[in-house]
């Protein structure tokens, strides 16, 4: 054994050179886009070695990346593609330039029940912007119990778990209530990557809690006024997780349509696990016809949605027959519709779930804007 251990450490011995090209873009890929902890990332690099495309193994395997359950050669195959027509997979969720210098990301935030910090990440490419500009996200939060705290990042730094993050670790950073808009503003010289972490507030919320976020994310060339920052406030003892909320809204010719910002939980095969909305038309003494409009947030989770009488106890499991209409297997991103004509207006219930595909206890938000038109 003594020649194959000396070959070993002579090899071994040897330091490898970091400054090649092709070391530096893959150094690169490593350090951007979200860290998972996947032991393998695929790359694409271009002859030039630049950076093209960024696919982990445990993403890929675990269908997070692969949203619509194609075969794993035809997710690969697009994975490659998207790479070669620079539409740059893995490397940011969103991708600003000049022709789109703005994108909205519809998604959720949970309030830590382990350690200090839960963020919802969402990876910003703001890279075609050479000359620099000001990077401004305007925030709604959605109407469950859980209020948020906001956090700008550089995009190659390591997340803060600290209970109070750090001001010279964040570029900006609000605390919205639920319900309640904010914004963040970032001037940058350079186009680069950025961070926006999404996370409940301690000691506002219990922990666990879940609330679901809207972003406009956008890049101007001209500087816009920065956020003012609200201390996070002191966490609280460890609190089971809490169930989705159950919130109400009343429609009436005042206010015919209301829009609701929220999350769902996927149940597991054959369970229901129902967001529920209770919506209130008893002022429509006539008839009319009840519209939802519904659009799916990005996070990997299909939606499913059943309109149900006011009076009616929502199933725990099996299919929800006695739904009077429903929408089912809204995907990322999606859009769908429910209507009911009734002949006099009353209470209803609008319930959200996962659908049976998803991997139980996966969360996802929904938007839904919700309407009476009298006939």
């Not at 949970?110 to 910003?124: A, E, H, K, S």
């Not at 809207?214 to 996070?232: D, L, M, R, T």
Request: net charge negative; aromatic share 10%; proline share 5%.
């Amino acid at each position: 054994m003594r020649e194959p251990i000396a070959k070993r450490r002579e090899r071994e011995g040897k330091t490898f050179d970091t400054s090649h090209p092709l070391a530096q873009a893959i150094i690169k890929g490593w350090k951007t886009g979200p860290k998972k902890g996947s032991p393998v990332d695929c790359f694409v690099i271009s002859p030039e070695f630049e950076l093209m495309g960024r696919l982990l193994v445990n993403e890929f395997f675990d269908d997070n990346w692969n949203k619509f359950k194609r075969r794993d050669e035809e997710s690969y195959l697009m994975f490659l593609k998207e790479s070669l027509e620079g539409k740059q997979p893995g490397l940011g969720n969103i991708i600003l330039n000049s022709e789109e210098p703005s994108q909205d990301v519809l998604d959720f935030f949970r309030t830590p029940t382990v350690g200090y910090q839960d963020y919802t990440i969402v990876v910003i490419d703001a890279r075609a912007f050479e000359n620099g500009g000001t990077l401004t996200v305007d925030i709604e939060t959605g109407r469950a119990d859980a209020e948020g705290h906001f956090y700008l990042f550089d995009g190659d730094s390591e997340l803060p778990m600290d209970e109070r993050v750090p001001k010279d670790k964040r570029l900006a950073s609000a605390w919205i209530e639920p319900d309640e808009t904010g914004q963040l503003a970032h001037r940058f010289d350079r186009g680069t990557f950025f961070r926006l972490g999404a996370t409940g507030c301690y000691g506002r919320s219990e922990k666990g809690s879940i609330n679901a976020f809207k972003a406009k994310i956008s890049v101007a060339e001209y500087p816009q006024v920065e956020s003012e920052e609200k201390e996070n406030p002191e966490s609280d003892e460890n609190i089971p997780e809490m169930p989705l909320s159950e919130l109400r809204l009343v429609l009436d010719k005042a206010q015919p349509s209301q829009e609701i910002l929220n999350a769902f939980r996927a149940p597991g095969t054959g369970y229901q696990d129902y967001t529920v909305i209770n919506i209130d038309t008893t002022a429509f003494e006539g008839s009319g016809t009840l519209i939802i409009d519904i659009r799916v947030g990005d996070a990997d989770i299909f939606g499913s949605f059943d309109l149900f009488d006011g009076d009616t106890e929502l199933p725990t499991e099996g299919y929800p027959d006695i739904a009077l209409n429903s929408a089912w297997g809204i995907g990322p991103g999606e859009a769908g519709k429910i209507r009911h004509r009734f002949a006099r207006g009353s209470v209803f219930k609008f319930g959200a779930t996962g659908d049976w595909y998803g991997e139980k206890g996966h969360i996802n938000a929904f938007k839904a804007r919700i309407s009476v038109v009298e006939n």
